[in-house]
C-alpha cells in the first residue's frame, strides 16, 4: 500500500489488469469477483501472477477507498491509483478509454474500456483475458504463461 508500481514490477509473473472504479455499479464488480474465482481456482499458483485493479476514477479513489473496496475480492488482487495525470498516462500506454460522466444529481459515473489485459512475463500484452469460461478453464489457460 502506497508504493509505486512501474512496467518493472510486472517483470517476472503473467500481469492480470482491470481498469474501473469503486463507484462502478456493474461491470467493474463482475469482473473483479470473476477474477477472483480464477485466482481462487489457480491455488498456490496464484502467488506467481501479479493481478492489478488500476482505477480511473483516481479523485474518488483514494488509497483508503480501493483497500476498502478491494477487502471484498480475491487477497491476490492489488488496486493502483494516484494522482490525475500519473493515473492519465497509465490509461494512455493502455490504450484505455475512460471518460467522466456527469449524472443529474451532480454526481458523476466514468465510462471506460471493461477488459482484462493478460500480459507476459516480460510485461507485453498479450491479449485480453478471457473470463466468460468457468473458472478453472481461465486459470489452466493463465497457468501456460508461468
Known sequence: MGQTVTDK???????????????????????LFEMSEVLKAMGKDADRVNAYFVSVDPERDTQAAMKDYLS??????????????AIA?????????A???????????????????????DGNFISPFNLKRSPEEAATDLKRYL
Open 9 to 31: 514490477d510486472l517483470k517476472g509473473k503473467p500481469t492480470l489488469i482491470f481498469f474501473g472504479f469503486t463507484h462502478c455499479p456493474d461491470v467493474c464488480p463482475t469482473s
Open 99 to 121: 471518460k467522466k460522466v456527469p449524472l443529474k444529481d451532480g454526481d458523476y459515473t466514468m465510462d471506460h474500456t471493461a477488459l482484462i489485459y493478460l500480459m507476459d512475463r
Open 72 to 85: 471484498s475480492f480475491d487477497p491476490h488482487l492489488k488496486g493502483l491509483t494516484g494522482d490525475p495525470a
Open 89 to 97: 498516462k497509465v490509461l494512455s500506454e493502455y490504450r484505455v478509454y
